[in-house]
């Protein structure tokens, strides 16, 4: 049987339901990075998390019994985390050809009468 992200987050962290004990090739299909990424993001879980970040190494059952055997058992919701888009950030690579890196350091420097430039250059006209 094939277990979602959901399946596994729920045993760890509120059936305490051990998925490889109940199905052994279910192991192959344990997404420990991901798991360590979502579990992460709560403050009573962040050290086991990093634990496993630094053993990385360790057989994926030997990971998901480690949490499902450390954890408390709680309800643990949160949204992914996803990094924060900058604002004119892809008129600047547009407009010099730079990628993320050098587009940000120049966002850094450009002031805002030369941020409007560049922008008027992208600017199509037309209703909107």
């Known amino acids: ?3 979602e992200l959901k399946d596994w987050l729920n045993s760890i962290n509120n059936t305490k339901k051990n998925l490889i004990n109940e199905n052994p090739s279910s192991e192959k299909n344990y ?3 991901i798991i360590n990424r979502c ?3 709560h403050i ?3 050290m086991f998390a990093n634990e496993m970040n630094m053993f990385y190494f360790l057989p994926k059952k030997m990971q998901y019994d480690f949490f499902i055997n450390s954890l408390r ?3 643990r919701f ?3 985390i996803r990094q ?3 604002k004119d950030l892809d008129y600047v690579k547009k407009y010099y050809g730079y990628n993320n890196e050098k587009a940000k350091q ?3 420097i450009l002031t805002k009468e030369q941020l409007n430039f560049i922008k008027s250059k992208f600017d199509v006209g037309g209703q909107k």
């Open 1 to 3: 049987m094939m277990y």
């Open 31 to 33: 997404p420990p990075y």
């Open 39 to 41: 579990l992460s993001g």
């Open 44 to 46: 009573d879980a962040i």
């Open 73 to 75: 058992k709680r309800k």
């Open 78 to 80: 949160s949204p992914w």
């Open 84 to 86: 924060e888009s900058i």
């Open 106 to 108: 120049a966002l850094k």
